[in-house]
């Protein structure tokens, strides 16, 4: 399959993988990402939190910043932290929110399994376009997430989901993206759905996917 190339990656070749791809993807991403990432403006549409609260949440591949500015936006009391492997993205990322700096904090770093810095502390994990980027490594994280949730909080994540088109599948598979329906099953078994949506994009090219579930 076009994803096996995936498997035998280490977590510090997967990092550095994506340091690599991001020095350019960076310099052109917000300009060209509108038109294939869907969901992004849906997921936290979705997010069953009290826009008032005084919440923590993270988001893991934090990207430009586009998602942090729009949780700011959404949820004006709570506290915020990005991560990203991508240095570049990081710098971006910072100077976009700008705006809210005293309570959105970006950092370069990854998201690993065992790290104990959130544990229970998180209102709400976010992944949005990133979870099929990570591999073989993405069930490591979703784990993480749930390890860091407090009980009774989200995790939301919306993605890629898969193409009954082998040839966009390979050329996803060679922009170091997995899709095969792979997400949606262990998210639904390690969280209770609140959301469990796919949906079609360009006419059937390819899916997307929307999940926001709770930690028991």
Not at 188 to 194: G, I, N, R, Y
Request: aromatic share 12%.
């Amino acid at each position: 399959m076009a994803f096996e190339k995936f498997d035998s990656l280490s977590e510090a070749e997967q990092n550095s993988t994506m340091q690599r791809y991001y020095k350019l993807q960076s310099k052109i991403y917000d300009a060209t990402r509108w038109s294939f990432l869907f969901g992004r403006n849906q997921i936290i549409r979705e997010i069953p939190l009290d826009a008032n609260g005084q919440w923590n949440i993270l988001e893991v591949g934090c990207g430009t910043g586009y998602n942090l500015n729009n949780l700011a936006k959404r949820f004006p009391k709570a506290k915020l932290t990005g991560l990203d492997v991508s240095t570049d993205m990081v710098d971006l990322s910072i100077k976009n929110t700008q705006a809210y700096a005293d309570r959105v904090t970006v950092l370069p770093q990854p998201y690993m399994l065992g790290d104990k810095t959130w544990n229970d502390q998180l209102d709400l994990v976010l992944f949005s376009y990133s979870l099929t980027m990570i591999n073989p490594h993405w069930k490591d994280l979703i784990m993480q997430a749930k390890a860091d949730l407090k009980p009774g909080g989200f995790i939301a994540v919306t993605d890629f989901h898969d193409s009954r088109n082998l040839w966009f599948k390979k050329h996803m598979a060679n922009n170091h993206v997995r899709m095969d329906s792979h997400l949606t099953p262990l998210l639904s078994q390690e969280f209770t759905p609140v959301v469990n949506q796919v949906k079609s994009a360009y006419l059937g090219v390819w899916e997307y996917m929307l999940f926001v579930g709770k930690k028991g």
